[in-house]
């Protein structure tokens, strides 16, 4: 990937917020009446310790998800924070970046329409889009996002060996499918990283990251289902050393082939 397509953007260096084109194949309509009784928005942060400006962009979907926010009449949201690794040249490695992450926002960024791939970077219910570390433009996104019902999923936790976690999921999307699809997605996100970061654009640093995926596994894919139509499915997630289950939640999100969210869920994990 070519180094004068990323951009690691400041507050400084302008704000841009920008919608989604278009797409088929979405899955039905929903009334204002109907988004005022919806589930959480997703709000997808694409970060790294590598870059300079990231830190900022990390502290706001903190404050936003540990609820800072609640009382301006804020929707309620789910955060997943996804750290790249194209920024790992400049020096530090990101403990938690991910290649395969940098794909997930590199799709987002052709969705979008967008010209460059950047940190930190915030994406909404796969819509829309907005530099991290601005706040104000993160806050109106959030409140023009488009909501879709939570999934109803009932999930049983097991753990067949010390190294892996296996969940099943049984319940419904509670939004009608179309024949276009979509894929019933399952992050497991840790919170409460704390890293010394002696290298690199934020050298000398320690740096605290909530909300981070870890793992992101596919329960399945479906096409044309009514909204009460009973799914049922198993992820097997593979695990870190030092896997702290206290520290970790589990969120189911639904995601069309234009890679637009209708509908999520999130899960607390059991302690033991």
Avoid at 71 to 79: E, H, I, M, S, Y
Avoid at 130 to 159: H, M
Avoid at 161 to 183: A, E, F, H, I, M
Wanted: hydrophobic content about 35%; aromatic content about 8%; proline content about 6%.
């Amino acid at each position: 990937m070519a180094r004068g397509l990323l951009a690691c953007f400041g507050s400084k260096g302008g704000s841009r917020t920008s919608h989604e084109k278009p797409a088929a194949g979405a899955t039905a309509h929903v009334s204002a009446e109907e988004q005022q009784r919806s589930g959480p928005v997703l709000v997808e942060l694409f970060s790294s310790q590598g870059c300079s400006t990231s830190p900022v962009a990390e502290l706001l979907v903190s404050r936003l998800g540990r609820g800072d926010f609640d009382g301006t009449d804020l929707p309620p949201v789910v955060v997943l924070a996804f750290h790249v690794d194209y920024w790992d040249y400049m020096g530090w490695k990101d403990p938690y970046g991910s290649s395969q992450w940098t794909v997930r926002q590199k799709a987002y960024v052709e969705a979008l329409g967008l010209d460059t791939m950047f940190t930190p970077q915030i994406v909404l219910q796969g819509r829309a889009q907005c530099v991290g570390n601005d706040e104000a433009a993160l806050l109106t996104s959030i409140k023009d996002a488009p909501r879709y019902p939570a999934p109803a999923f009932q999930a049983t936790f097991q753990r067949p060996s010390p190294d892996s976690l296996q969940v099943s999921l049984t319940g419904s999307l509670r939004s009608k499918v179309d024949n276009y699809g979509v894929n019933v997605m399952v992050a497991l996100y840790e919170n409460g990283l704390i890293t010394d970061c002696p290298k690199g654009e934020n050298q000398g640093r320690v740096l605290s990251n909530d909300f981070v995926v870890r793992r992101l596994e596919k329960l399945c894919t479906v096409k044309d289902i009514a909204a009460k139509k009973t799914i049922s499915g198993t992820i097997n997630f593979s695990l870190w050393e030092g896997f702290n289950p206290a520290k970790c939640s589990m969120a189911l999100f639904v995601q069309n082939p234009s890679h637009q969210i209708f509908g999520l869920q999130n899960f607390q994990l059991p302690d033991n």
